[in-house]
């Protein structure tokens, strides 16, 4: 059974900054394709970045410079810090996996960028 459990969402000011983690169990964080996403109030999911299996990340163009995605394969856990906060920032914040046997989402987890 695979689970991804998303932690570390609060309340943060403006400037400041947040490490969101999202700890999994059933799938590699190493081998399968994760990605962040994010959703506010009547808007659809929209993906924040994402690492592959080799390495390489994307990052949307509004977090770009500002937010990072790492994976600790030990841990087998993925990262999002999250840095020069905004207050369009405020999401629910969702951890995503895709192996060969499907797509699996975390429950997320609210961070609130107060101005």
């Known amino acids: 059974q695979v689970q991804l459990v998303e932690s570390g969402g609060g309340l943060v000011q403006a400037g400041g900054s947040r490490r969101l983690s999202c700890a999994a169990s059933g799938i590699s964080v190493k081998i399968a394709a994760m990605r962040w996403y994010r959703q506010g109030p009547g808007n659809q999911r929209e993906l924040v970045a994402a690492?592959?299996?080799?390495?390489?990340?994307y990052y949307a163009d509004s977090v770009k410079g500002r937010f990072t995605i790492s994976r600790d394969n030990d841990k087998n856990t993925l990262y999002l810090q999250m840095d020069s906060l905004k207050p369009e920032d405020t999401n629910v914040y969702y951890c995503?996996?895709?192996?060969?046997?499907?797509?699996?989402w975390g429950q997320g987890t609210q961070v609130t960028v107060s101005s």
């Open positions: 690492i592959g299996s080799g390495g390489s990340t």
């Open positions: 995503r996996g895709t192996s060969t046997r499907g797509i699996y």
